[in-house]
């Protein structure tokens, strides 16, 4: 159960950090007058989810270090 936890841990994190990203280059490209994910999501609302995302993540994280310093004591 604990190497899930850390690979769902490690898999969220990538996918905030892709969706960070993609909201950059899509407010870069909206600035050029473009857009390639078709104007569905604005990029704040994507770095809204990356947000939301990364709070599981850390949510995740204090988990562990609440079970390693319960196992210590």
Do not use: C, D, H
């Not at 809204?48 to 995302?53: G, L, T, Y």
């Amino acid at each position: 159960m604990n190497k899930f936890r850390s690979i769902l841990r490690q898999i969220l994190f990538f996918g905030a950090v892709l969706l960070a990203v993609l909201g950059v280059l899509e407010k870069l490209s909206n600035f050029f007058g473009y857009t390639f994910l078709g104007g569905y999501y604005t990029p704040w609302r994507i770095l809204e989810f990356a947000a939301i995302i990364l709070l599981f993540v850390i949510v995740l994280q204090l988990w562990e270090i609440m079970i390693s310093l319960n196992k210590k004591v």
